[in-house]
Antibody
Framework: QVQLVQSGTEVKKPGSSVKVSCKDS????????INWLRQAPGQGPEWMGE????????NYAQKFKGRLTITADVSTSTGYMELTSLTSEDSVIYYC?????????????WGQGTLVTVSS | EIVLTQSPGTLSLSPGERATLSCRAS???????VAWYQQKPGQAPRLLMY???TRATGIPARFSGSGSDTDFTLTISRLETEDFAVYYC?????????FGHGTKVEI
């Protein structure tokens, strides 16, 4: 069974960067598509981007292009999301989630979430 | 991008009652590529349904999904205490993959 475990809470200064990790203990990481999403209180999840681990190809939502980088390390079965130029609007919970379908992006396994707080 | 509008915002029901949640898309969703998720406070979303009407692994039969084109529905036939939560629909027909704002099912 896929289990995604994310890194812990982060507190960052405005203008800085944050890097969140997502470790897959399920054993199928190398053939996975790992998505990153974020969620503000009382809102639905917002898709940020994804990485096809096998081909090392990442796709990003237009909104985050230029300040989001998604990577994967097959040797440690860990995915990473790095967001730069942080503002207070980036103070939300970030999730990684695995694509469930072969090509279809429904998300069948989620990490527990990582709270990022941006404050001076 | 496809905008998903969920209604109602809040559904107040009692255990044993039937819940009907709606998700309307701003344009046609090809191949009925709609998923539904349940989220409880402090937890990550949990997949309930994909391809509009296929239950995910381990999801009870009281959950069912239907719909096509722009209108999709999640039905919970008889609410149990553990079903009181927020429910989100998601489309994965056209990137960026988008979610609705959710329907809260409360007692």
């Amino acid at each position: 069974q896929v289990q995604l475990v994310q890194s812990g809470t982060e507190v960052k200064k405005p203008g800085s960067s944050v890097k969140v990790s997502c470790k897959d203990s399920g054993g199928s990481f190398s053939s996975s598509v790992i998505n990153w999403l974020r969620q503000a209180p009382g809102q639905g999840p917002e898709w940020m981007g994804e990485i096809n681990v096998k081909y090392d190809i990442a796709n990003y939502a237009q909104k985050f292009k230029g300040r989001l980088t998604i990577t994967a390390d097959v040797s440690t079965s860990t995915g990473y999301m790095e967001l730069t130029s942080l503002t207070s609007e980036d103070s939300v919970i970030y999730y990684c989630a695995r694509r469930g379908g072969y090509m279809e992006n429904w998300l069948d396994s989620w990490g527990q979430g990582t709270l990022v707080t941006v404050s001076s | 991008e496809i905008v998903l509008t969920q209604s109602p915002g809040t559904l107040s029901l009692s255990p044993g009652e039937r819940a009907t949640l709606s998700c309307r898309a701003s344009q046609s969703v090809r191949s009925n590529y709609v998923a539904w998720y349940q989220q409880k406070p402090g937890q990550a979303p949990r997949l309930l349904m994909y391809d509009a009407s296929t239950r995910a692994t381990g999801i009870p039969a009281r959950f069912s999904g239907s719909g096509s084109d722009t209108d999709f529905t999640l039905t919970i036939s008889r609410l149990e205490t553990e079903d009181f939560a927020v429910y989100y629909c998601q489309q994965y027909a056209s990137p960026p993959w988008t979610f609705g704002h959710g329907t809260k099912v409360e007692i």
